[in-house]
């Protein structure tokens, strides 16, 4: 006689649809960034310079905001933005990437990401819930 078996196997569990965990993935990031202009907005625009951490956070925020342009899954909630701003993401972003602080001015990314950013954030997340 044969021994019944020491375990039953369960179903397998279904794989995560792809585009949620996108959608998931799309709005941590969303909520990172926000919070990174919280940081920012919180030191005044005549103190805001290169030296100061929250510089560092202003552009890395520009750069993980360009970097959603680049990813085909984003592309679709991409289409809230206009042509200009996304241009003008891509520009902010090479700028800090590549060209290095001294090229950038202060003044323009303080009002960027304390002013323009919120509202892109808010028509993402806006682009996000139409689609669910």
Same mark, same amino acid.
């Given at each position: 006689?044969?021994?019944?078996?020491?375990?039953?196997?369960?179903?397998?569990?279904?794989?995560?649809?792809?585009?949620?965990?996108?959608?998931?993935?799309?709005?941590?990031?969303?909520?990172?960034?926000?919070?990174? *202009?919280?940081?920012?907005?919180?030191?005044?625009?005549?103190?805001?310079?290169?030296?100061?951490?929250?510089?560092?956070?202003?552009?890395?925020?520009?750069?993980?905001?360009?970097?959603?342009?680049?990813?085909?899954?984003?592309?679709?909630?991409?289409?809230?933005?206009?042509?200009?701003?996304?241009?003008?993401?891509?520009?902010?972003?090479?700028?800090?990437?590549?060209?290095?602080?001294?090229?950038?001015?202060?003044?323009?990314?303080?009002?960027?990401?304390?002013?323009? *950013?919120?509202?892109?954030?808010?028509?993402?997340?806006?682009?996000?819930?139409?689609?669910?």
């Amino acid at each position: 006689m044969s021994e019944p078996a020491s375990f039953t196997p369960r179903p397998r569990a279904s794989k995560r649809h792809t585009p949620s965990f996108d959608t998931d993935n799309f709005l941590r990031e969303l909520d990172v960034i926000t919070r990174r *202009v919280e940081r920012v907005t919180g030191v005044p625009a005549e103190t805001f310079n290169a030296d100061c951490p929250e510089y560092d956070s202003a552009c890395m925020m520009i750069i993980r905001l360009a970097g959603f342009l680049e990813r085909e899954a984003y592309a679709p909630y991409m289409d809230a933005l206009s042509s200009v701003e996304k241009r003008a993401l891509r520009t902010a972003r090479n700028i800090a990437a590549h060209s290095g602080y001294q090229s950038m001015d202060d003044k323009l990314l303080w009002t960027a990401v304390t002013r323009n *950013v919120p509202d892109m954030i808010e028509r993402l997340r806006t682009a996000v819930q139409a689609d669910r």
